[in-house]
């Protein structure tokens, strides 16, 4: 397969002011928790290209310390989940949000954050059949669309180790503002989307499909290795 290497940089946006920039936090953050349910919770995507296609998935783990890093702020006042909680509670300043990168990036990244944490609307795309190589932008799978993308991937170290712990799911790494096709020439939809809180083995929950009861009419066309995560 051709893959062509390039070099992503996140694409310009204008400056917010200190009132939009909390704003779109707060709602991003209240998204976050409540209208999504998935903060410290784990996501089962479920997808496939056409019809004729088996369905494949994707498990990844959102964290209330995954929050403050998508908006590329490192906050010198507070921690990961302090920052999260006071987005949550609109309670955060303008002197907590510093940027991780710079203010161009910070910018980019959270004026598109409150759009690409909605799920219900992106697509997303497996590792073994992207042809877009980045050199900046490490991350197995993304959820985007044509205003930019989440991207994911495994980071969680075992305790005391540099070692990546594969048996703990993906977790999102960076928000960018570039569309999904800069990345993946053929994004697949998400077809369904299932839960799971901390401390539960499987998915019990249905937090999305694409049409009104198509969930139970398709699962039995899951592969076997899918349908063990589920008990819906």
């Known amino acids: 397969m051709l893959r062509r290497i390039m070099k992503y940089k996140i ?9 939009e920039l909390l704003t779109i936090l707060c709602k ?3 998204l976050y928790a409540e209208y999504a349910e998935y903060a410290d919770t784990t996501l ?5 290209e056409k019809k004729s296609d ?59 954050m409150e759009k690409m944490l909605d799920l219900r609307n992106s697509k ?3 590792i073994g ?21 989440i ?6 170290k075992k305790k005391g180790t540099q070692i990546v712990d594969e048996t703990k799911a993906p977790i999102p790494t960076t928000l960018l503002n570039n ?14 989307i299932l839960q799971k809180y901390d401390g539960e083995s499987t998915y019990n929950k249905l937090f999305y499909e694409i049409k009104k009861d198509l969930f139970q009419t398709e699962k039995e066309f899951f592969s076997e290795d899918l349908n063990n995560l589920i008990t819906i």
């Open 129 to 149: 059949a992207k042809n877009l190589v980045t050199r900046d932008n490490d991350f197995e799978m993304a959820t985007g669309d044509a205003s930019g993308v």
């Open 11 to 19: 694409q310009n946006t204008r400056m917010l002011t200190p009132t």
């Open 28 to 30: 991003s953050a209240t």
């Open 54 to 112: 088996m369905y494949d998935y994707y498990e990844v783990r959102y964290g209330k310390n995954n929050f403050m890093h998508l908006a590329g702020i490192k906050s010198e006042t507070l921690g990961a989940v302090e920052f999260y909680e006071a987005c949550e509670r609109q309670i955060i300043k303008r002197e907590d949000c510093n940027p991780r990168r710079d203010a161009n990036t910070m910018y980019a990244k959270v004026a598109v």
């Open 44 to 48: 089962l995507f479920i997808f496939r």
């Open 179 to 192: 569309p999904i096709t800069d990345y993946c020439t053929r994004p697949q939809k998400i077809m369904f």
């Open 124 to 126: 997303c795309y497996k």
């Open 151 to 156: 991207g994911y991937a495994s980071r969680i």
